[in-house]
């Protein structure tokens, strides 16, 4: 199947973000033996050679896929929680945006990465530092809002584990209808807070997040 973000004109050589979409792409559908140099030329409808005008070598574009993961899902985590919030269930709230906004935290790459991880020592090791760089920030916020440090720490896992448990079994944002998820939240948010979410926090995180049509 051809990557459908391509135009192509006459001489068209492609791009280095087209290679690293098209890797993306077949990660996510199929898994990391999938992300090869001419699988994806295929795809493309380009040449070998024209991969390696723009990679050094396969592992050159798995360390893009790497670096992607890096910053749209750990990177954005962070962020998040750095964000500012009246409250911590506000701030809660706030991390709960990046489960439901694929452009903001994508779980589907979450799940493809920590798949590829089970064969890769090396990415093993980057996925071991990324869960402990998500949660101290989670700590961290949980800390600025008067948590003494033990209960923020076991909060802080309590939110991320949940999270990572969904996307594992493949019940989180695109493998889960939208309104259930919505309806659960507010009680989520009172279980990993000990507070309850104000009628104001939840209208404004619903109209965050309207339920298509």
Known sequence: MKSSLIDKTSGWRGSRDVW?????????????????????????????????????????LLDALITLWQTKNTGNLVKRTEDYAETVTEAVLNIFDLWLLPDQFDSRLEFAVRNWAHTDPKLARLLDEADQIRVEALEAM???????????????????????????????????????????????????????????EFARFRARHPIPE
């Open 142 to 200: 949980f800390t600025r809002f008067g948590h003494e440090q033990a209960f923020a720490n076991v909060r802080a896992n309590t939110v991320y584990q949940t999270q990572i448990g969904y996307i594992s079994m493949k019940k989180d944002g695109p493998f889960e209808p939208l309104e259930p998820r919505l309806a659960r939240m507010p009680f989520y948010a009172e279980i990993f807070t000990g507070q309850p979410v104000s009628d104001a």
């Open 20 to 60: 690293v979409q098209a890797a993306y792409e077949a990660l996510i559908e199929s898994g990391i033996d999938s992300v090869k140099v001419m699988p994806l030329a295929d795809r493309l409808g380009l040449s070998r050679t024209s991969f390696y005008g723009h990679f050094s070598s396969r592992q050159d």
